[in-house]
């Protein structure tokens, strides 16, 4: 008869089969998908990592993908699965819609943290000077505090480093691929939070892991990210 899938069975032979194989020769009309041990292994340790607060750097955890683990094991950083659009527009018809970061000609006071960890606060600043667009839409660190992801409400623009971050552990920088599933072609430009000049904030290109400024006026990709 049929197995069924859950189920352990003790299966006798007369004879070696070589080469056998359960997941790749076994197949159902009950449940044709299979998931391989390495597969459902890999997804029960995502699950103890997290249960435990013990991340590592890949796992889905807090509401996104951790990309940063402090020397403590149990803090770090997680970045959301998708760029933020909610309230994002299309002002250069570049073929996808963003955000403009602000605040041009204006110098934020607070807004120069580059480092990991200075995101958040970076985000609060530019808030609370009350920035506007010139070219219409909301900010794109008020659209990253008003972000609601997976059920948590606490995102923020991160700073360039931890911008750049996130390039090398779950971009294209990373040795396991782009697990973030960032944009890597069609203008793979995120903004940080950290502001370079009264004209000009810093951002990383996805591509390429560049790290460049530009005009604030400009309309650029958001992640957002939050901290456990």
């Not at 819609?97 to 807004?111: R, S, T, V």
């Not at 923020?156 to 911008?163: A, G, I």
């Not at 370079?196 to 006026?217: A, M, P, Q, R």
Request: hydrophobic share 25%; net charge negative.
């Amino acid at each position: 008869g049929d197995f069924t899938p859950g189920y352990g069975y003790q299966l006798k032979v007369s004879e070696p089969i070589e080469d056998f194989g359960l997941c790749g020769d076994y197949t159902t009309t009950e449940s044709p998908e299979i998931t391989d041990i390495e597969t459902d292994n890999a997804q029960m340790q995502n699950d103890i990592n997290c249960l435990t607060g013990n991340p590592e750097i890949g796992d889905y955890c807090y509401g996104g993908i951790v990309f940063y683990v402090d020397s403590t094991g149990q803090h770090g950083l997680v970045a959301a699965m998708e760029d933020l659009t909610e309230g994002a527009t299309d002002p250069y018809e570049y073929g996808f819609n963003g955000y403009e970061w602000g605040c041009y000609q204006q110098n934020i006071d607070g807004a120069y943290g580059t480092s990991l960890g200075t995101g958040y606060l970076n985000t609060i600043d530019i808030v609370n000077q009350g920035c506007e667009t010139e070219i219409g839409g909301v900010t794109a660190s008020q659209a990253a505090l008003d972000a609601e992801v997976n059920g948590y409400s606490d995102w923020y623009l991160p700073s360039k480093d931890e911008l750049y971050e996130m390039y090398n552990t779950i971009g294209n920088g990373s040795p396991e691929g782009n697990i973030g599933g960032f944009e890597s072609s069609l203008s793979p430009f995120y903004w940080s939070s950290s502001e370079y000049n009264s004209n000009d904030s810093w951002g990383v290109d996805f591509n390429s892991g560049i790290s460049y400024s530009s005009h604030k006026t400009g309309n650029d990709r958001v992640r957002v990210i939050r901290a456990f």
